[in-house]
């Protein structure tokens, strides 16, 4: 097997809460208690994207995907674990050494507005990255490639002077894309890009993706909501819950024969314009573990329906259920 | 505004008029007379010199019989002192006129010294926090604690009086408030997604901090800029009132509102009243035209 | 946080040794403190002698030494003028500025920030077009000049307000404060104002300005959407966004009004601090100058100090480190 | 049950002043509401969806201007209701989810805070603990977990999800007889997605209220509504119960929109969407907006603006030319007359 | 308490002294026909009275202390804590007869042991007094008895009775052994007022001392007010909250004699103002070339260029009496004289004949804060000398730099505006720091800033100090003096004029040395 782009080994990522010794400080029961919080975020995800592939994550809201993907494009110090890429350990690199993946990586961001800076015009935003990675030769060169870029993401050129709040929520979020797509990166995390667009701009960025895909052979980290879309853009997927990854398997074993119980309750819940839904529905019961206490036996064990004692006790690890289809659960 | 003239090189100016930029300012009556006002006082202390119908300064022009003749227009005024005369028999008019170009340079050149110091720092020490921070802003504490007055006086002792000197202790304690302000709001919005997309382009700290953290910082840069023009020369002004001022063969009009003080309540008020006026009407035209750009080059208003 | 404490501590005593070497270096050129003590027709003999009484006769690094070792034992040393000890001196005088600075500070709080926010919220309106323009009246205008016209108009025409000095003042908690004399606040009205004007121009433009960039964000409208009436929409939602660069500036105004209010104290006699240090420049009297600029030192560190924590709780995302 | 008009809407036109024009973001469009009723929104981005919600709850900011004839919500014409009383109805009475909840929660005050305020703005009987115990409940029901920790934390602290979530209880805090949501689930996965559907649905059945839901989700709104109000370029293109446009839309941009979803069984390389740009809105053209994009246009199309007509009962449709589909269902095999009429044309 | 000296608000005269202090609230600070608030330019400096021998102070001190013997208004020496005393022939020793029942403030009676104590307070060249200078002859100081008081010099001091003037007398148990702070916090003297209170920068209190050995003063109760600002203390007088004003601005004259109630009380001051020109051939202050005013004739020539008069009239505004000779009206020594006209004809022309036709390079120091209108008289020097083609480099600084230009011993100035004043009574003391050739070790020509030098004068001035006789030794004093005018030693300006405001209701006639002493006034 080739080696894969980008492998993601036993990734953690907790937040602490409490800053200092005087917040930790709780005043409870006329007690003064010390109490750390810390957010377990990311617990030991671990997949790999191949060369050329897109690799979706879905998963609850919450769940820690735009998480992964911050830390691993080192928005955020992972707190444990690797990210390597193409065989080479990014994840303690110093910002400087990082230069060199920079211009290979790029994210197209969840929120398409804080990410992008008020004061700067739609054509400065995209042609940053351009220039500054030598994409385009100078100025004009830049422009051009920037009104070329803007028409592919459905945005007008004369549009190009305008800053962001002066677009729709879409339109934000179509910079937000043609930015990262401007340095023609060889791996692209995108987080949500298409959430916040009307269905044929939505088709339209589609096959967009896909087409500078098979043009510039990227790879593509995939986060998501809507699993048409997810299926119609992936190769492979995974399915996260709360921080940990559940389920993992090619595009078309894991939509035919989803494994996991969570999984299942996710693809149950797929509302359809008069088509059937995937799965029948299943109600999970309960409620969403805090991602502050972890349980400590599997994490969707309280809302399972099919959980066991087992559940409670030992939290599962992935293993392969059938070829190219992994999953953590002992029922399996 | 920009992309529109880089659209057309060639005409520009005519790109300018049909600007958005031009079509705001022309809509704009405070803008309009703030930079009218800006522009006078510039041209005046520029060109007034030739126009002034005295050098206040040589004195062999200047006689002491003349000294305290009111304005024009009242008893005992001369035509020839338009605004009357101080005690040295010096025409008001030309010594503002003269006074002007020291004191718009102090205010200007201070103002930008001080700010291009302090955006810069407060930028670095917000922006890479830790130590950098630690001793830029503790050097900012330390500049705090010494007033301008002192400084003056010590520059004045060891390098001699000058407006140059004067403008070397006025930045030297002007650039702390930029430094702190830029500062404070540099740990704000390096906090913000934009900045984290910045850096996930992989640009570097110097070019983030340029394009990304200046213009989002830029608006109290501004409102500070345009405040200390005003405030610069009046310190100077202050300072005179201190004894540490300009010399008073390199005249201000601060120097001129301070020596004209000392008379205002025997009814010699033209002395003191016409240059505090036109500093006055300096420091309205600047801050009219600080609150246009300002307004200006904030996208969000438009 | 408490280690942040420490370390803030720690570069205050850095601050305040540097502070007190540059000033032992600067008052050596502003002047020989001697000269203001003897007459001016003193002999040599005369001149001496009172530069060994004050210790100056021996090398500047000497000096220092001797300066540190006092300071460890808590000793600034003695005003060369006023023969006493210079922090006693200081202390002496603090009270009369700090009650000025209060009301000034006050004055600077509930005007400029209230006007600066309906200035910011309605720009378009007429009044707020007055507010700004008046604003730049504080600030087009050298103190000296506005003290003394505020002087002219509400004491001499108006007979309003007294012209100048302190009145009596009572005791409170070993403190002399004439806020609480009887009729005590009419001495500190004049001199307030004067002392607040500059500052409210500036708090106020740049409280106008970050309102006006706040009041756009989607937030506002949320809360807007919410059915939050414009009041606390204005000071609740977008003020707390716009503190930012109000509480830099304050905090340094703050400390700027504690530790030099020079000119007002000069114009209205008021017998506060700020004429004991200009008298001191005027005087090289290093102790006092070194003490007073050592106090300030502290004092600035310390209120920068307070102006980075108030970030945290103005803004959460802000860390310190 | 007799379900009142709450909520009458009739020409409203929002239009920019900017510099380099007029941008006629909402123009001339009527719709009504009944109490219990559930609307979608749908649309192109840009097409003046959230302006709408904006302008009937009078939020549009300079240079932004309201115009309506009359925007009548219980009887009462907002149009001309002073800010004041604005300030009574917004949040109480309508309330809305904002389409980005990333930048609509304030970043510096908890969570808490922010839902607290709309309770004690209009809930003021409650006391302290009640409006906690409020916040909790409203935490949970948008399945929030952890939700006590949660409150005291801030924005930034969120996932985007859990933002939008939390807009979403500050909006349903007040059990509001009319609630807008601006596409309130684009960043929630289905499962969250179907409890919080779940939960409007729940309000609108006990409450009795209107719910206006705006969403690029043509699935949501198939599932969730009664009417659906298709907008493109600021004006109503199309509007009819969810049959009418799901199955036998009669506007060409309907049809492009319902072709471009992707499809959950079936792998394509590409995808249908609706080709060209939308139009600059300072230099609308001249006829049918639609008509540069449109497959079917005629000559007519491009000088004339097509007005609102009816095509079925209570379809209304704003084409020259509607569509006809067959009654069957099978829309992929409808041939639609005007497609025949166009070629006959040339 | 802080801010305060010794916070002693009296309580037996508290009444009337709580209605003065109100004094800003009622608008008028004299509500009793027995308080007066005085303002003044600057505060004391100290509370002990050896520490400064400064205007300001002294007129303070002289309230609460007082020494052997006083000046009178006309600055001739009357008897005060000595009833009398006496000279022995050969001049050397000086006996001193106390007034007996002398009591201080806090009861005690007075005599030589305090006299003495406060003597050698004076003399301790290690204490912090700046009195030194005027113990500098003693040699021997006894007390025979206990109101007897001897004092032995090595050589004769005709200006004796003026150095004994300036000697308070404390309190032996208050000075013996005591540091300068120790003595600033107990505040007794025999003095005509007992010290209240002090707020520094605020107010100092005094109030009558009713077991005085004399009259006790109609006046009970006397603020002084210390309002650096000249503009602020006009202000102040206007509104009625100071009874009266010591040095007013020359431009608040009109307006301060123009308002009702308000009157303005002129006295031609001992302060004169003049320029040291550097007379030395070879002056390091003009390396390789000779000093252009080495030559009497350009001394002239300066001095006919510049029209005091007009001076006077625009810029002191007439507050100001010509200076013609150094010493003033009713001093030992003094002559009238006659100004030289104005002439700048024949300043050229004198200038042309000492070799500078085309004029030459000067800088003018001088201070800007510590003279009556200094910068402005500077300024119009500069403008005058510039009139006949010399050339004025104007440098004008504050005072704390200004002091290092004024110590002939820096050799710094080679024209100097600056001010001197003296006293004593005495031109031959003006003499000696003036126009003795400057010694640095012997403490001659102390304020010679010009390094003017003259055997003649010198000679003269050395025989004057054996001269008793006031008569003979004003004639050696009024010699050497001419001799040194018409070398153009100097340039005279003029005696600055002490201005004070006074309300209507009072009665005061000023005095020479600018003391303003309570008990002078009265109401009418
Ligand atoms: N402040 C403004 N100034 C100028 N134009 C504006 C402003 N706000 C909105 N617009 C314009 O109004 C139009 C409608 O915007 P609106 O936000 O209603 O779109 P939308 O239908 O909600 O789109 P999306 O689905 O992308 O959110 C857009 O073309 C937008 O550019
Ligand atoms: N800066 C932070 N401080 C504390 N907690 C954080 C921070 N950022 C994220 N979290 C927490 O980490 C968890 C995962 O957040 P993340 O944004 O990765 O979720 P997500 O999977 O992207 O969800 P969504 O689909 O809603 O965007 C959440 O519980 C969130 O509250
Ligand atoms: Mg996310
Ligand atoms: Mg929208």
Known sequence: MMEPLIEVKDLSQEFHLTKGLLQSLRLEKGKIVKQDKVVHAVNQVSFRIEKGEVFSLVGESGCGKSTTARTIIRLLEPSGGQVLYKGADISHLSAHELLPYRKNMQMIFQDPYASLNPRQRVEEIIMEPMLFHGIAKDKKDAREQCMDILNRVGLRPEQAGRYPHQFSGGQRQRIGIARALAVRPEFIIADEPVSALDVSIQAQILNLLMDLKDEFHFSCLFIAHDLSVVRHISDRLGVMYLGAIVEVGDKHTLFGNPLHPYTKVLFSAVPTVGEKPLVEHIDAMGEIPSPVNLPEGCFFCDRCPYAVDRCRRERPALREIEPGHQAACHIL | ????????????????????????????????????????????????????????????????????????????????????????????????????????????????????????????????????????????????????????????????????????????????????????????VKKMEYVEAARTIGLPNRIIILKHVLPNVVNSIIVLATIQIGNFILTEATLSFLGVGVPITEPSLGLLVKTGFDVLFSGLWWASVFPGLYIMLIVFGINLLGDFLRDELNPNLK | MLKYIVKRFVQMIVVLFVVSILVFMLTNFIGDPVDMLVPENATVEQVESARARLGLNKPLPVQYGIFLKDVLHGNFGKSYTYGKPAMGLIMERMPATLELVAIAALLVLFIAIPLGVYAGAYPKRRSSRIIMSGSILGISLPSFWVGMMMIYIFAVMLRALPASGRGNTVNVLGVNLSVFAPGGLRFLILPAVTLALTNVATTLRLTRSGIMENMRQDYIKFARAKGVSSRSLLFGHALKNALIPVITIFGMDLGNMIAFTTITETIFAWPGMGKLLIDAINKSD?????????????????LNFVVDLLYTLVDPRIELR | MENNILLDVKGLKTYFHTFKGVVKAVDDVSFTLKEGEILGI???????????????????????????????????????????????????????????????????????????????????????????????????????????????????????????????????????????????????????????????????????????????????????????????????????????????????????????????????????????????????????YFAPRCRYCQEICRHQQPAMREVGPGHLAACHFPLKKKDDGNRDAAVSPAAVRTEEGK | GGGTTGTTTAAGTGGTNGAQADAGASQDSASGKDSLVIAMASDILSMDPYKYDEGPTNQVMLHIYEAMLMQDADMKFQPCLAESWETSDDGLTWTFHLREGVKFHDGEEMDSADVLASIKTAMNPDSPSAFSGYTSTFSKVEAP?????????????????????????????NVEGKTEEEISDVVVGTGRYKFVEQVKEDHLDLTANEDYWGEVPEIKNVRFRPITNEATRTATMLTGEVDFTIDISVRDIDRLDGTDGISVLRQQGLREIYLNLDSREDSPLFPGQKNPMSDPKVRQAMYLAIDEDTIIKNIMNGCAFEMNSIIPENYVGYTPVEREKYDPEKAKQLLAEAGYPDGFEVTLDASNDRYMNDEQIAQAVAGFLEKVGIKVNLNLMPKSNFFTYIKPAENKSMLLQTGWADASGDGLSLLHDMLRTYDRESGQGTVNRGHYSNAEVDALISEAFNEFDDARRGELVAKAEKIARDDYAYIPLHFEQDTYAIKDTLNYTPRMNKYVLAWEFSYK
């Open chain 2, 1 to 188: 505004m920009e992309h529109e003239v880089r659209a057309e090189k060639t005409s520009w100016w005519k790109h300018f008029l049909k600007s958005e930029f031009f079509y705001h300012y022309k809509n704009n009556l405070p803008a309009i007379i703030g930079s009218i006002l800006v522009l006078f006082a510039i041209l005046t202390a520029v060109a007034g010199r030739f126009l002034a119908p005295q050098n206040p300064y040589d004195l062999t022009q200047i006689s002491l019989m003349d000294s305290y003749l009111p304005p024009a227009w009242l008893d005992g005024g001369k035509l020839s002192f338009l605004l009357g005369t101080d005690e040295q028999g010096r025409d008001i008019l030309s010594a503002i006129i003269y006074g002007s170009a020291s004191s718009i340079m102090i205010g200007l050149v201070g103002m930008a010294a001080s700010c291009c110091i302090g955006t810069t720092l407060g930028l670095i020490a917000g922006y890479f926090g830790g130590k950098v921070d630690a001793v830029i802003m503790r050097i900012a504490d330390i500049q705090l604690s010494f007033p301008s007055m002192l400084i003056a006086l010590f520059i004045m002792s060891v390098f001699g009086r000058g407006v140059g000197k004067l403008l070397i202790a006025l930045t030297m304690v002007g650039w702390v408030t930029y430094a702190r302000t830029v500062r404070g709001e540099t740990l704000s």
């Open chain 3, 286 to 302: 290093r102790p006092i100058i070194v003490a007073y600029l050592m106090t300030a030192a502290c004092m600035f560190v310390v």
């Open chain 4, 42 to 288: 749908v649309g192109e981005s840009g097409s003046g969806k959230s302006v709408t919600s904006f302008s009937i709850l009078k939020l549009v900011e300079d240079p932004g201007v309201v115009e309506a004839e009359q925007i009548l919500f219980d009887g009462r014409d907002l149009s001309r209701a002073s800010e004041k009383d604005m300030i009574k109805i917004r949040g109480k009475d309508i309330s809305m989810v904002f389409q980005d909840p990333m930048t609509s929660l304030n970043p510096l005050y908890t969570i808490q805070r922010q839902m607290e305020e709309v309770l004690i703005l209009h809930e003021p009987q409650m006391n302290a603990a009640q409006r906690k115990a409020r916040c909790l409940e409203l935490l949970s029901a948008v399945g929030i977990p952890n939700p006590q920790e949660r409150l005291k934390e801030y924005p930034n602290q969120f996932s985007g999800g859990m933002r939008q979530r939390v807009i979403i209880a500050i909006a349903l805090a007040t059990n509001p007889r009319l609630l807008i949501a601006d596409e309130p689930t684009t960043a929630l996965d289905v499962t969250i997605q179907e409890q919080i559907l779940e939960l409007m649905r729940k309000l609108v059945k006990e409450h009795n209220t209107a719910l206006i839901l705006i969403t690029h989700d043509l699935a949501v709104v198939s599932q969730m509504v009664d009417r659906i109000n298709v907008m493109y370029c600021g004006k109503l293109v199309e509007t009819g119960s969810t049959e009418d446009i799901v199955s036998f839309n009669a506007h060409p941009y309907t049809e492009g929109l319902l072709n471009s979803i992707p499809k959950l069984y079936e792998d394509r390389d590409r995808l249908d969407y609706i080709p060209g740009m939308v139009p600059n809105m300072f230099e609308l053209p001249e006829g049918c």
């Open chain 5, 145 to 173: 008895d206990a109101h007897t008081v001897t004092i032995t010099t090595d050589t004769p001091n005709p200006l004796m009775l003026f150095h004994v003037a300036q000697i308070y007398v404390l309190k032996q148990e």
